[in-house]
Every structure is written in C-alpha cells, then in structure tokens.
C-alpha cells in the first residue's frame, strides 16, 4: 500500500554573515549581512533551493532588507 503525503515546507538558512554598519530600527542592535538560502521540501526531499541576501539584525533577528 502506497502512502502519499503532502507535507510542503520551506526552511530558512543563514549560510553567513558579517557585521555591516546600520543599526535595527527596532531595537537599535547592530546590522549584519548575511547570505540566506531557502530550502524547499516535499515530504522531507529537497527539490527547490533559493540563495538571497539580506540585511538583519543580529540582536533581535529582524530582517531589515533583503535583496532578491
Ligand atoms: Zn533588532
């Protein structure tokens, strides 16, 4: 017997990041750059990866700006 499952789920990476001047505006912590990639899952199996850029903040995590 064959059991399908539809479980879709999308996991965020930081691959790495460095110190960038700017602070948050929410909490004031410092910025830091850093090179993202998603990961897109189906039934646990990996079919889809997106590497980004983004702005964040290191104190709170609060992503600040990202580039697409
Ligand atoms: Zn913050």
Avoid: E, H, N
Avoid at 2 to 24: E, H, I, Y
Avoid at 50 to 63: D, L, Q, V
Wanted: charge should be positive.
């Amino acid at each position: 017997m064959v059991c399908f499952c539809f479980l879709v789920d999308q996991t965020k990476k930081v691959k790495r990041s460095k110190p960038v001047a700017g602070s948050c505006s929410r909490c004031g912590g410092g910025a830091s750059v850093a090179d993202m990639i998603t990961q897109t899952r189906f039934c646990f199996v990996p079919f889809y990866w997106k590497s980004w850029k983004a702005i964040m903040c290191t104190f709170c995590g609060a992503m600040l700006k990202s580039y697409r």
